[in-house]
């Protein structure tokens, strides 16, 4: 690595990992092409009124990218939860629509009008393409403290960061909570 004439990461959080390894290494943190719209710090759209009580999570669910938060969490909580994407299981009291196409992922967001975008992740991302996508839409963003999301998360209004550990009763209220307030913003 030490001959590489440069290395680049797409997060703070990328690099720290490489630096806690390789201390020595010389990183330049580069944003994706796609968040050259994100260093604009955009206002979220979001119109409490027309949206509908829904909490929607985007992607492929394994355990560590939060599946069984996401299924327990849906069984306590009042709130339409849907998933655009997938389980590695069958989630009970979730509204899976399956495999979606990359290039129709904004369409799909925009005709379920979710009230939050939910990131349920018990593992770090270093970057999160779906959160790309849910930023772009400009809808409220539910996200816990690990990885990239408080950092790519940190200039956008109307997100909200909870403590990923939580056990799930505390994620179901922190997000009522958070739900709550959109409504009030009105």
């Given amino acids: 690595l030490n001959s590489i004439n440069q290395i680049l990461a797409p997060s703070q959080y990328a690099k720290n990992i490489f630096k806690d390894y390789f201390p020595s290494l010389k990183i330049e943190v580069v944003c994706h092409s796609d968040a050259s719209f994100f260093l604009k710090k955009p206002q979220i759209n979001f119109d409490?009124?027309?949206?509908?009580?829904?909490?929607?999570?985007?992607?492929?669910?394994?355990?560590?990218?939060?599946?069984?938060?996401l299924q327990n969490v849906a069984l306590i909580n009042s709130k339409n939860i849907f998933l655009l994407g997938?389980?590695?299981?069958?989630?009970?009291?979730?509204?899976?629509?399956?495999q979606y196409n990359k290039s129709e992922i904004a369409r799909l967001i925009k005709q379920i009008n979710p009230r939050i975008i939910w990131f349920p992740a018990l593992w770090p991302e270093?970057?999160?393409?779906?959160?790309?996508?849910?930023?772009?839409a400009g809808i409220p963003i539910f996200a816990p403290n690990l990885g990239a999301f408080p950092e790519r998360l940190k200039d956008i209004k109307n997100s909200r960061i909870y403590c990923w550990n939580n056990d799930y009763q505390l994620v179901s209220d922190a997000l009522d909570e958070f739900s709550e307030e959109l409504k009030n913003c009105s």
């Avoid at 997938?86 to 399956?98: I, N, Q, S, T």
């Avoid at 270093?126 to 930023?135: E, G």
């Fill in 86 to 98: 997938y389980a590695y299981k069958k989630l009970h009291g979730v509204y899976e629509f399956g």
């Fill in 126 to 136: 270093t970057y999160s393409y779906t959160l790309s996508s849910a930023i772009l």
């Fill in 48 to 69: 409490p009124i027309k949206s509908n009580d829904i909490v929607l999570v985007l992607g492929a669910l394994s355990k560590e990218k939060g599946a069984d938060l």
